[in-house]
């Protein structure tokens, strides 16, 4: 072969662009070429692990501490600058700017806590137990509760309203119990599930959410749009979180694994190259100007 044909060749191979096809779970919807950059997101873990990806920061963690029991839940402050983890027991940790307002791990609960809110200027937030009690701290109202209610199924996730006056909780079998001024849009609660659901959303404009139920199945309501879902599709670990993008054109759901299926304007931007299963939230990291 002419020698200078082969110094071609080799030089186009060191220059060629290298692609690498993204992990069978990174479903990336890519029919919005204009939409905005990601804002990132974090992932918790049971055992108190943090994980951010594209903008998120990381500002820290409980992993290293000697947890009474697992974490549940998570929330971010207003400016996406802080985090707060809560644990099955009320036990709040809180990293960046997020401030302590109180716990519920020195009380008493009935039934334990499954999932968190925070208020509008991140100054609050709620806990609700798989019973719907309400733990109200800071500047967070109480609304409202289903703690003396008879629910046919618990409650798995709660969600706050746009304004921080209200809130929904959603049970497993997709009933919704909205207060204050959170509006009732639909549930899934006389619907036959394939599995339950695990969490929900509310849109920007606090006029929709949306709910995930374990298989990846989204269910859409008020201005909620449906961008997708990974229901009948998937067969390996079970979904275990959700979140919308900043937009509200799109949305994250974490599988146990901390894999991401990325819908609408949600772009992948990473997961923990970690062998876990005890992945258990995943949270928009707002972003301000």
Do not use: C
């Amino acid at each position: 072969m002419n020698r200078r044909l082969l110094v071609v060749i080799i030089a186009m191979l060191v220059t060629a662009p290298l692609f690498v096809a993204a992990p069978a779970w990174a479903v990336v919807n890519r029919s919005s070429p204009n939409a905005p950059p990601p804002t990132g997101y974090w992932e918790a873990e049971a055992n108190g692990g943090v994980f951010a990806f594209g903008n998120a920061g990381l500002y820290g963690s409980a992993i290293n501490l000697d947890l009474n029991k697992p974490i549940v839940g998570m929330a971010a402050t207003a400016d996406g600058k802080g985090y707060w983890l809560v644990a099955s027991d009320g036990g709040v940790f809180a990293y960046g700017d997020a401030g302590f307002y109180g716990s519920a791990g020195s009380t008493h609960l009935n039934q334990p806590i499954v999932g968190m809110a925070s208020t509008a200027d991140g100054k609050g937030y709620w806990f609700v137990a798989s019973d719907g009690g309400i733990f109200a701290y800071g500047d967070a109202g109480f609304y409202g509760s289903a703690g003396s209610l008879r629910l046919n199924k618990p409650i798995v996730g709660m969600t706050s309203a746009l304004d921080g006056m209200g809130y929904w909780l959603v049970a497993s079998d997709g009933g919704i119990f909205a207060y204050g001024d959170a509006g009732f849009y639909g549930s899934t609660g006389n619907l036959s599930l394939k599995l339950p659901v695990i969490g929900m959303a509310s849109t920007p404009s606090g006029r929709g959410y949306w709910l995930a139920a374990a298989d990846g199945g989204i269910f859409s309501y008020g201005d909620a749009g449906f961008f997708g879902s990974a229901g009948g599709h998937f067969h390996g670990e079970g979904f275990v979180g959700f979140t919308r993008t900043s937009t509200g054109q799109g949305y994250w759901i974490l599988v146990s694994s901390g894999g991401i299926f990325s819908y609408g304007d949600a772009s992948f931007d990473g997961s923990p190259l970690i062998a876990a299963n005890d992945f258990v939230s995943i949270v928009l990291a707002p972003q301000t100007a």
